[in-house]
């Protein structure tokens, strides 16, 4: 029996890598062995130390996920950086909370556009390439508990993540035959802006925290190894799960 989680020669685009989950998961692909190749709307100053610091080769390209505009340069700036992408990671997303009752158009869109569609169509313009050559690849999606469950107060980011693990599946039966394994990670409540506001609640703050079974949130660094294991070879036979890192949050 062979398996591998080395990534030496590999190259990664990780989408919202300045921060969170997404600079986590770029560190870690890096200590792994990855190049990376980070997309994202803010400075990747930080990020580009850490992987550096991990040995890793780095390259930055800005982009705003909001709109399919960026991607066809995303992809070609990345092609060109490294000869080949191997990895792409969809972490990129945005939450925006307001009662159901309430919730407005451009709150339903804005959220769709970033972690629904942009991700559909930077997956297929990375598959289109990683096709070409035969050699195949692995994309990972950032999804969520709310792939699972219902939440509250967020209908637009509850209806992306659940079409997110839709959208792995579908793209893992139309890909696997190919070599292009299609996979998510499910982070359960982590440590990042995107939880801010519900750690700032000390009632849903207690709440939340009352029913994980670790006992405590998710630390950005708990994700990398999910993320390093669905992008190594030890993955290859893998496709189409949603894999929760959710200290227990599902099995409870
Ligand atoms: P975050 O807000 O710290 O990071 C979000 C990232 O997405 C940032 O890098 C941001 O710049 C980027 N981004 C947002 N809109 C963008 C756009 N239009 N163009 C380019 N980049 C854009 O939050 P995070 O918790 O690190 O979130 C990362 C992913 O993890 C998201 O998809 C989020 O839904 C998911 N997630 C987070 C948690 C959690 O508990 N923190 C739980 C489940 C899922």
Not at 53 to 64: I, M, N
């Amino acid at each position: 029996m062979t398996f591998s989680f080395d990534l030496t020669g590999k190259t990664a685009i990780v989408t919202g890598a300045n921060t969170g989950l997404g600079q986590a998961i770029a560190v870690a692909l890096a200590q792994a062995g990855a190049s990376i190749v980070a997309v994202g709307r803010s400075s990747m100053d930080e990020t580009e130390r850490l992987c550096r610091d991990a040995g890793a080769k780095f390259h930055s390209v800005q982009a705003d996920l909001s709109s399919l505009e960026p991607i066809e340069h995303i992809v070609a700036e990345a092609t060109a950086v490294s000869g080949r992408i191997d990895i792409l990671v969809n972490n990129a997303g945005i939450i925006r909370r307001a009662d159901a009752i309430a919730f407005t158009e451009k709150d339903w869109d804005d959220v769709m556009n970033v972690n629904l569609k942009s991700t559909f169509f930077l997956s297929q313009a990375v598959a289109r390439t990683m096709l070409a050559d035969e050699r195949g690849g692995k994309i990972i999606n950032i999804a969520s508990l709310l792939s699972f469950q219902g939440g509250i107060r967020i209908p637009s980011y509850t209806a992306s993540k659940s079409g997110l693990a839709g959208l792995t599946r579908l793209l893992a039966c139309e890909w696997a035959a190919k070599g292009i394994n299609v996979n998510a990670i499910a982070p359960g409540y982590f440590v990042t802006n995107n939880t801010e506001a519900l750690r700032n609640d000390p009632n849903r703050s207690s709440e939340i925290l009352g029913r994980i079974p670790a006992g405590r949130w998710g630390d950005p660094t708990d994700l990398g190894g999910a993320a390093v294991f669905l992008a190594s070879p030890a993955a290859n036979y893998i496709h189409g799960i949603v894999l929760p890192v959710d200290g227990g949050w599902l099995a409870r």
